[in-house]
């Protein structure tokens, strides 16, 4: 997606090899317009799947959700990543190790938010690991619902995530895909295709 990547190249900051921050636009401020976008883009490239409810965690999988949920006018759920009080009983649940935090989330949603006749879209930031997927996921499968795709905004493809996905049989999107963050330079997996 053009205007992802172009915000990653001219906003991006590599803190590592291994770590990319969008606080710019993403993260923390949140630019509005590249948001609609990447709902816009989600909503067409799960198109033919059916899918009747998304699935995140919070904070930062909320925007990107919500703007999906707008374009295909379905209800969006987040998981919780500490109890609330008024969430006790009749929970989802499942662990998340935290890739940039180093440490593990009981994330949870309510039982009255999924239902077996479900199916799922999960939408997340960023896929390191696919911890945090792949607890959604769990959840979705607790909830005997369908999971319909996982939509992820940008992954990065040297770190082992949509290996994982793929091989528990989830379709995985992702609207750009970094090959490497070495030398403080952020790869693209297609560089040629820039303008996709
Ligand atoms: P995973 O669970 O796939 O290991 O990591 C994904 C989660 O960790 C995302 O929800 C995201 O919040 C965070 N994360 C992983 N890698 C990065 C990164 O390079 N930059 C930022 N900003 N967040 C990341």
């Known amino acids: 997606m053009k205007e992802l990547k172009e915000a990653i190249i001219n906003k991006g900051v590599v803190l590592s090899k291994g770590v990319l921050k969008v606080d710019s636009f993403l993260n923390h401020?949140?630019?509005?317009?590249?948001?609609?976008?990447?709902?816009?883009?989600f909503?067409?490239?799960?198109?033919?799947?059916?899918?009747?409810k998304i699935l995140t965690i919070e904070s930062s999988g909320i925007a990107p959700s919500l703007t999906t949920a707008l374009?295909?006018?379905i209800p969006l759920v987040f998981a919780r990543k500490k109890k609330s009080l008024t969430l006790s009983s009749n929970l989802l649940?499942?662990?998340v190790y935290s890739y940039t935090k180093n440490e593990t989330n009981e994330i949870t949603v309510s039982k009255d938010f999924i239902s077996c006749d479900d199916h799922v879209l999960i939408i997340d930031d960023?896929?390191?690991n696919g911890e945090a997927a792949l607890g959604l996921a769990t959840l979705v499968e607790q909830a005997g619902a369908?999971?319909?795709?996982?939509?992820?905004?940008?992954?990065?493809?040297?770190?082992?995530?949509r290996e994982k996905l793929e091989a528990a049989g989830y379709n995985?999107?992702?609207?750009a895909r970094l090959a490497s963050l070495e030398n403080n330079r952020v790869q693209f997996l297609e560089e040629n295709l820039i303008n996709n």
């Open 146 to 161: 369908t999971i319909a795709g996982i939509g992820i905004v940008i992954e990065k493809s040297f770190q082992p995530g």
């Open 93 to 95: 649940t499942a662990k």
């Open 43 to 52: 909503a067409k490239r799960f198109k033919q799947t059916k899918i009747t």
């Open 29 to 41: 401020q949140i630019d509005p317009m590249l948001v609609m976008q990447i709902g816009k883009q």
């Open 71 to 73: 374009e295909l006018n």
């Open 126 to 128: 960023f896929l390191a």
């Open 172 to 175: 995985v999107e992702a609207l």
